[in-house]
């Protein structure tokens, strides 16, 4: 076993503190990865404060990982001292279900090992990137592209498959609308992935604050969602809509909005449940859906699709001993668009 320094969660809703844990040694089919920066997702607050239930403590958040190869098990073929590597939410899964063998581990039906907050098949803990170092197996480990920085290519390993994952499952390029609801961590990513898919893009926020941010990149359209006169004007228009929000919001006003045959696809996850009349779907053939990350094929598509673009997420760096600070500020909306760590001042 490894001692490398880290963050982590003592208790539900504590702040986060210095400390060490253990890493397993590298096996067969390890990479070690020596972790250069990790991003701030609001998924790692609402585990952090056990706002879903079911945490484990201590807590090392953390699963947008990127970092470089500093050791390879006897076994890699994969990747080599020295290659630049990201790490997403999950880091193993059973491998043999319909769903791990269709390329789509993020729905193994035994449950996949998440990066952090998890048990692995031996039964330890899982502790993600606000950390050091981290040992994953080389089939959970994704290539970098030479086209992204390490810093802004490290909220895509949520953010960006999050959001790719669904526009591309729901065919979101030319001669669709979509709509993405939220301008946040997500949102941001959303829009850029939309714009650069080819669809007519536009944004549903609470206020027109961040429109010049949205504009910018790559929405076409940018609306208030306070204003009532909203849902009025865009009634029936999106083929595809994306929340992303983690707050819930009205179901039935923004299936309103869809076109026949139209989906409003979920990738936020509120603690609260939300209600929804069945005949804001039934008149008009609309979907309501959700969608988690993409599996790690999909995965290594959407890096290479953002290098391809010039897309990264747009970032605020930060040290270490300002985790605690930016989770109030995530709460408070105050990022623009994702808070990364330089995890060398752990």
């Known amino acids: 076993m490894t001692t490398v320094a880290a963050y982590a969660a003592p208790a539900a809703k504590a702040p986060l503190e210095r400390t060490t844990i253990e890493r397993r040694p590298v096996g067969e089919f390890d990479v070690l990865i020596d972790i ?36 390879v098990g006897s076994g890699v073929t994969k990747f080599a001292v020295g290659d630049r590597v990201g790490v997403g939410c999950m880091v193993d899964s059973c491998r043999e279900c ?30 993600g990137g606000y950390s050091a170092q981290v040992v994953v197996d080389e089939n959970f ?5 030479d086209g992204l920085s390490l810093d802004a290519a490290a909220p895509l390993l949520c953010a960006g498959i999050t959001t790719y994952s669904p526009l591309h499952h729901w065919n979101a390029g030319p001669g669709k609308k979509v709509a993405v609801v939220g301008m946040g961590g997500l949102g941001h990513m959303g829009v850029k992935i939309a714009h650069a898919l080819g669809a007519e893009v536009t944004v549903l ?6 429109k010049d941010d949205g ?48 989906a409003l696809v979920n990738v936020g996850a509120p603690e609260e449940p939300v209600s929804l009349n069945l005949f804001s779907l039934l ?5 309501l859906a959700g969608s988690g990350i993409g599996g790690i094929r999909e995965t290594q598509e959407m ?11 747009e970032i605020e760096l930060i040290e270490a001993s300002q985790i605690n600070e930016a989770y109030e500020r995530v709460l408070d909306s105050d990022v623009r668009y994702r808070f990364v760590i330089d995890v060398a001042t752990i």
Not at 141 to 145: A, G, K, M, N, R
Not at 283 to 287: D, H, L, N
Request: glycine fraction near 12%; include cysteine; proline fraction near 4%.
């Open 36 to 71: 250069k920066f990790a991003g701030i997702c609001h998924s790692d607050i609402h585990q952090a404060r056990d706002g879903w239930g079911g945490a484990i403590f201590p807590m090392v958040p953390g699963h947008e990982i990127t970092g470089v190869v500093a050791e």
């Open 98 to 127: 319909e769903n791990c063998r269709a390329g789509l581990e993020q729905y193994c039906l035994q449950g996949n090992v998440a990066t952090y907050n998890a048990r692995d098949k031996n039964g330890d803990p899982t502790y």
């Open 141 to 145: 480990t994704l290539h970098i592209p």
């Open 205 to 210: 926020s609470q206020s027109l604050r961040k």
């Open 215 to 262: 504009l910018r990149l790559g929405a076409d359209h940018y609306y208030a969602t306070s204003d009532p006169k909203t849902f009025e004007e865009l009634r029936g228009t999106f083929d595809i809509i994306l929340s992303t929000v983690s707050a819930p919001i009205n179901l039935d006003a923004f299936l309103s909005l869809l076109r026949t045959d139209g």
């Open 283 to 287: 008149g008009g053939r609309k979907t």
């Open 303 to 313: 890096l290479d699709f953002c290098a391809e673009h010039g897309l990264g997420a």
